[in-house]
């Protein structure tokens, strides 16, 4: 136990690291959540402003298009991550296999992860494009479609088309995170449970998957909370279209904000967004700590 | 000694006003767009003949989508001292900038000799509540292009007079086979579709607002919207407009692959140029077409203006700027990418050279530019009016359905 | 051969590319035995043992287990349990689940299996740890839930690969104990590799010897013991390990001739009546003499003709409680004699020692083997 001398010290030497942390992260959020209980808005001259309540949220939370965004932005959320986490492990697993090339491979596999956002997103808008894209090329010549189409300009299918750019560009952080994992599984535990009985599935269930699955929740927990305030991939490929189908909850903050100009109302966007983040992070805290206490069969 | 003395004062005053003349170099920053209208180039070379003719002043040119200059300009009202000097707006926001206070007033540096031999049409481009916020620079509308050899091959003579008759004569290419879609256009969820559905309302004589009250629910708003289905469903327009921008309806027109394509005055230079377009010199240009009983032609308002943030410390300077680019000579040396603003050009030979048809089309279509709503809150009226065509236009609600919901909307915006 | 046996490995290689890790393995093991595989580290004995439970591959041969083939045979198909040198339990599940993992997933209706986790439990009196993790328990219970799981399932062949490694010494002998009682309870057939070659002679039914991937020897504790088939057998088991002596064998009329260079020049001689002469090569040969050092004891211990006394000087004397062992040096190698425990002796001392003769052994100088 520290004595008291030192527990001052303590503190006296963390206090320069907390107020730099305080000052860019309680600040902002002091301020964001002061601007969203008034009707603030962003002119160049000053105008008075008053102190509204909930009423911002209110409009927020009885507005049908931002209830729409919140559950199109559930969808984007546990489709894109569970596909990653899926695609990500999978990859992983083929990675763990000693083949030819294994070391090349695993170097290239970072590569769509490197690339930036906006780029990735341009990148498979042009794939994407009805016209000369690649996706119509390829599928037509594979016989799959008998006409070229539109994909990111379909309401049906626009969802899915950004959905899976941004699969493409996150999952090698699963696989890596994942890769990583599998190679601390002990080698014996395998042994013994291929001589018991356990197929390769039943071996990957009970064995590894449960091994590796303290590192594979850190991994998704962020890519929750990041897939959850998805924002620049959309605005990119399809600014939100077509018929609003991409618009998730963040486009909000920002149609409020910049377009309409009311900073008021777009800070209680923002709470709002960051208030269901927060509740999905507590979610999977809860989850974690049962996996790391109790286990689960 | 005295001697000594003068020689000392003399040259620490000449050191003084060789600094002074220093310090008056001044750059100034613009905001410029990079698409539709004046090319990067023109507009560069513009800049270069002002920055020789005022020594000592240097324009810092930036480019951007004009899909991203609204948030630009908006952001950079915070950057104080960094922010925009000259900033090029849009025809649309004066009514919220005016408010926002984020353009200043220039009402009384414009000469009022100005107001006569400027067009009309360009000074709504700049105006609010009376005062002026800008000079107008660009004055632009959409045109009705055509294909003159596909017209020919149709057995058609004359380009339409009606949106009737356009419809008609797409029919006929259409069963020609001559070209699958004869009909492109614009109509992304974007700004550019509302283009296109003013052009329509307007050709149909109808309104957005009526006394502060949603009225494009019906009459001739309804109109144009149900005329924007009807042409998808019968296969005259190219489905994959409900993704387009103006430079891919550009695109398609010059690979020959549309009869008829609505765009700005821009595409007119482009589309005859043989290096940029397949049909070069197969491109004709008249005014949007009209409704019978109710217009002989429509357009919509597209003009731009240049105006100075509320937040520049160079003023004068930039105002130098804005008058130089908007004086008649240089709108007329650079007519072919965009027409001028001042009556007088339209009879100007250089300004007519090579775009007899543009000018005459032009001469009818600025008489009748239409508006859209010039409210502060347009931003958001047009988002919603956006959403809720693009969900007509992609058969996922009906006209009456969709229009009825967009009013709704617009009523409850804060 | 014996009817029936419950392994039989016949002409097993096993390659790793280019280099041979097996070498013609034969091995044939009787319902109930207790097979030690013992060598020295990189004799191939934990290779063999895998080629067996199936987890490598072999190059050429074949295995059989209850009479049936399973050269290529997976290892769950093969009726086999192992228990690891590391354990191998599950973190994630109880001991109650690790040890009917086998029987979960071979789909044992919940009351049969919860029934055998019970009466395994019981015979390795962990039933009051069922529930915990294995991270909550110690080595020695980790060991008894690993061997658990093995026994739940009743398999035919049960594999050991060194299991006690792990323990600490104290830990390690009452382990062994409980193996070997596990076994006599049960009469289980067991196949058992270790490098510890005391296990290997308290355990084993029979031994099989091996070095740099070739059997040995395969023979039961005894003869491993008293009859090594070479030099290599007789250095490695037994500790200490037997006395191979360089020395001349002549064959005379009533018996062996044996003269064993002595330091400073000097001789032992000695005559050996018990060894038939033929098994030796006519006229005077330079042989390997083996002894144990509890056949060169001191006076007190010596009778009979078998027995014969020369005098030896001591280098070094090591007293160790019930007995005194000492080094002598003798045939070029430094010879442990066993003394007893009050012997007067010390160091640089010539003392008597008795050499029992029935207990020699001979081995070729250079290739090793057993004349």
Not at chain 1, 14 to 37: C, E, H, K, R
Not at chain 1, 97 to 104: A, D, E, S, T
Not at chain 3, 30 to 51: I, R, Y
């Amino acid at each position: 136990m520290l004595g008291r001398r030192q527990k001052q010290e303590k503190w006296m030497l963390l206090a320069p690291a907390m107020f730099v942390l305080a000052l860019i992260t309680l600040v902002p959020l002091a301020n964001t959540l002061w601007l969203s209980f008034t009707d603030t808005r962003i002119t160049a001259i000053a105008t008075p402003v008053h102190f509204i309540g909930l009423e911002n949220y209110v409009y927020a939370l009885t507005d049908p298009d931002f209830q729409a965004a919140l559950y199109r932005t559930l969808y984007f959320t546990i489709v894109s991550v569970g596909l990653e986490g899926v695609l990500g492990i999978a990859v992983a697993v083929l990675l763990n296999q000693p083949f030819r090339g294994q070391l090349v491979l695993r170097a290239l596999i970072i590569l769509p992860w490197a690339v930036p956002t906006i780029v990735n997103a341009v990148a498979w808008r042009l794939i994407y494009q009805p016209d000369y894209g690649a996706l119509n090329s390829l599928l037509y010549q594979l016989g799959l479609i008998s006409d070229y189409r539109s994909w990111i300009g379909d309401p049906s299918t626009a969802m899915n088309m950004v959905i899976l750019a941004d699969v493409w560009k996150n999952f090698p952080l699963v696989a890596y995170v994942a890769l990583a994992a599998l190679q601390t599984v002990p080698g014996d535990l395998l042994k013994a449970a291929a001589i018991e009985g356990a197929g390769p599935w039943k071996r990957f269930r009970s064995i590894t998957l449960p091994w590796i699955a303290g590192p594979l929740l850190v991994v998704m927990v962020l890519r929750t909370i990041e897939a959850f305030r998805v924002f620049d991939i959309i605005y990119v490929m399809t600014s939100g279209g077509p018929a609003d189908s991409t618009k998730t909850a963040s486009f909000f903050i920002y149609q409020e904000y910049f377009n309409y100009l009311r900073s008021g109302s777009g800070a209680s966007y923002a709470v709002l967004v960051a208030g269901i983040s927060a509740v999905l992070i507590l979610a999977y805290y809860s989850v974690a700590k049962r996996q790391a206490a109790g286990g689960t069969a | 000694m005295k001697a000594i003395k003068k020689l000392v004062l003399g040259s620490a005053l000449a050191t003084l006003a060789m600094a002074s003349t220093a310090l008056a170099d001044t750059t100034l920053n613009a905001l410029f767009m990079s698409q539709a209208a004046y090319s990067e180039d023109d507009i560069k070379s513009m800049t270069a003949q002002f920055e020789a003719a005022n020594p000592g002043v240097k324009v810092s040119l930036e480019f951007v989508p004009y899909e991203a200059l609204h948030d630009k300009i908006i952001a950079a009202a915070g950057a104080g001292d960094d922010g925009y000097d000259v900033v090029l707006f849009d025809v649309i926001w004066p009514a919220e900038f005016a408010t926002g206070g984020f353009l200043t007033d220039v009402s009384d540096r414009i000469p009022a000799a100005y107001t006569d031999e400027v067009f009309e049409g360009a000074w709504t481009t700049v105006e609010y509540e009376g005062k002026r916020y800008g000079m107008p620079w660009i004055l632009d509308t959409k045109y009705l292009f055509y294909n003159t050899e596909i017209l020919a091959e149709a057995g058609i003579s004359e380009p339409p007079k009606t949106w009737t008759e356009l419809m008609t004569q797409a029919r006929q290419i259409k069963e020609k086979g001559l070209v699958e879609y004869p009909l492109v256009w614009s109509w992304s969820q974007s700004e550019a579709m509302i283009c296109d559905f003013t052009t329509l309302t307007a050709a149909n004589d109808g309104k957005f607002f009526d006394a502060g009250e949603p009225a494009f629910t019906t009459g001739g708003a309804k109109d144009a919207v149900t005329f924007m289905k009807a042409t998808l469903d019968e296969g005259l327009t190219n489905p994959a407009s409900r993704e387009y921008f103006e430079e891919d309806v550009r695109r398609v027109f010059s690979n020959g692959e549309a009869a008829f394509a609505l765009n700005w005055t821009y595409m007119n230079a482009l589309a005859n140029d043989p290096k940029e377009s397949k049909v070069a010199g197969k491109v004709k240009v008249v005014s949007a077409p009209g409704v019978e009983g109710k217009s002989t032609a429509s357009s919509v308002n597209g003009s731009m203006g240049l105006g100075i943030p509320a937040n520049s410390p160079h003023a004068d300077e930039a105002w130098a700027y804005i008058s130089f680019l908007t004086q008649k000579d240089i709108q007329d040396d650079y007519a072919k990418l965009s027409l001028p603003i001042w009556k007088a050009s339209y009879s100007e030979p250089k300004v007519m050279e090579g775009q007899e048809d543009l000018i005459a089309a032009a001469k009818e279509s600025i008489a009748v530019m239409y508006p859209r709503p010039l409210v502060p809150s347009y931003t958001e009226v047009s988002d919603i009016l956006q959403k809720n065509i693009h969900q007509v236009l992609l058969d996922q609600a009906g006209v009456d359905e969709a229009l009825e919901a967009a009013a709704e909307r617009v009523k409850r915006i804060r | 051969m014996p009817e029936n046996p419950i392994l039989c490995i016949d002409k097993l290689q096993k390659t790793y590319g280019d280099a041979p890790i097996l070498k013609d393995i034969a091995i044939s093991m009787d319902p109930g035995e207790f097979l030690v595989l013992v060598g020295p580290s990189g004799c191939g004995k934990s290779t063999l043992l895998n080629c067996i439970s199936g987890l490598t591959d072999i190059s050429s041969g074949s295995i059989t287990i209850a009479g049936r083939d399973r050269t290529h045979a997976e290892p769950a198909d093969r009726d086999i349990a192992m228990v690891f040198q590391s354990y191998a339990l599950f973190p994630n599940m109880s001991v109650e689940r690790n040890i009917g993992f086998g029987l979960e997933v071979r789909k044992v209706p919940e009351p049969e299996k919860k029934s055998k986790v019970a009466d395994v439990a019981k015979l390795l009196k962990i039933e009051h740890l069922l529930q915990r993790k294995p991270a909550e328990l110690s080595g020695g219970q980790r060991q008894r839930v690993a061997m658990g799981r093995a026994l739940v399932r009743d398999p035919e062949l049960f594999l050991f690969d060194e299991p006690l490694s792990n323990l600490d010494a104290k830990l390690r002998v009452s382990m062994r104990t409980e193996i070997k009682r596990i076994h006599q309870t049960t009469g289980a057939s067991i196949v058992y590799v270790t490098h510890d070659q005391i296990e290997a002679m308290t355990l084993a039914t029979r031994i099989v010897v091996m070095k740099d991937g070739v059997i040995q020897q395969i023979g039961t504790p005894n003869e491993i013991y008293n009859r090594p088939v070479n030099a290599f057998v007789a250095d490695f088991m037994g500790a200490p390990s037997m006395n191979l002596m360089k020395g001349t064998a002549t064959r005379q009329a009533d018996g062996i001739r044996l003269e064993i260079p002595a330091p400073q020049g000097s001789t032992i001689e000695l005559t050996d009546h018990d060894t038939d002469p033929d098994r030796l090569p006519a006229g005077p040969a330079e042989v390997l003499i083996g002894l144990r050092p509890e056949a060169m004891t001191d006076r007190a211990r010596a009778d009979g003709r078998s027995v014969q006394v020369a005098d030896c000087v001591l280098d070094v004397v090591e007293p160790a409680g019930a007995d005194t062992y000492a080094v002598v040096h003798l045939g070029g190698t430094e010879a442990i004699v066993r003394l007893s425990a009050d012997a007067p002796v010390a160091a640089g001392q010539m003392t008597p020692i008795a050499f029992d003769l029935s207990r020699i052994s001979y081995f070729d100088v250079s290739s090793g083997t057993r004349l």
